[in-house]
Nanobody, 119 residues
């Protein structure tokens, strides 16, 4: 069993930045983030392979968010720049064998979530 521990959620003004972190000790496949706002569908944000290669991004965050993996198999960070009000959501760390799973489609593991609010 892998425990995913998220941190970094906060409230910021539009145009600001936040960095989310997810500790995924020893997980050897894709780790990523998805988000969900009240009344909206789940949306894949970003995912990355265990070695830090093969980043995937959702269309709405391309060019603004950057996912990276520090110390292979350990911490995954999501740098979020130029935040917009529509980025407001609960962000969940997720892990799975395929990128789509780490983007929230059918994750093998998921965290408890961290709230991001952009006003």
């Amino acid at each position: 069993h892998v425990q995913l521990v998220e941190s970094g959620g906060d409230s910021v003004q539009a145009g600001g930045s936040l960095r989310l972190s997810c500790t995924a000790s020893g997980y050897r496949y894709f780790v990523g983030w998805f988000r969900q706002a009240p009344g909206k569908e789940r949306e894949g944000v970003a995912a990355i392979w265990a070695t830090g290669d093969f980043p995937h991004y959702g269309n709405s965050v391309k060019g603004r968010f950057t996912i990276s993996r520090i110390n292979a198999n350990e911490t995954v960070t999501l740098q979020m720049d130029n935040l917009k009000p529509e980025d407001t959501a609960m962000y969940y760390c997720a892990a799975g064998v395929a990128a789509r799973d780490a983007l929230g489609f059918n994750p093998e593991y998921r965290g408890q979530g961290t709230q991001v609010t952009v006003s």
